[in-house]
């Protein structure tokens, strides 16, 4: 993987993530919510979370409470992966569901990914 060591840089890395994540959602909804593709789905999810509090320095005034509330978003998703984990112990094939009230603030990455658009056009 590059470095990272701007903003678009940054961005570009996380929305790669965001692109796999969905893509396992839509496998996880299509094929009976089956563990190995919530496993995916966190895989990318950590990965996000990770790049951006690692890499908090990097992130304009004007986008740090849409970067902390994907990251509670993150935290919170996380916590109750983990716990629904340790209890079932699934399979992978096992369905794997939780109850998580926290919505994914869309808004928030909505507004980064057309940072990242508008700025990827400037460069080309």
């Known amino acids: ?3 990272i060591n701007d903003f678009r840089s940054l961005l570009q890395t996380v929305i790669q993530h965001w692109q796999q994540s969905a893509k396992a959602y839509a496998d996880y909804m299509e094929y009976g919510k089956r563990f190995r593709y919530a496993e995916i789905l966190k ?3 950590s990965a996000v979370k990770d790049l951006l509090t690692d890499n908090e320095g990097l992130i304009p005034e004007d986008f740090q409470k849409d970067v902390a509330d994907i990251i509670e978003h993150y935290i ?3 916590a109750k992966w983990d716990e629904l984990k340790g209890r079932m112990n699934p399979g992978a094939d096992d369905e794997f569901v939780f109850q998580n009230d926290h919505r994914f ?3 928030a990455a909505r ?3 057309a940072y990242y658009a508008e700025n990827a056009k400037v460069e080309r």
């Open 1 to 3: 993987m590059s470095e």
């Open 111 to 113: 507004k980064l990914e």
């Open 43 to 45: 895989r990318h999810n």
């Open 76 to 78: 919170i998703w996380t």
């Open 105 to 107: 603030p869309g808004a």
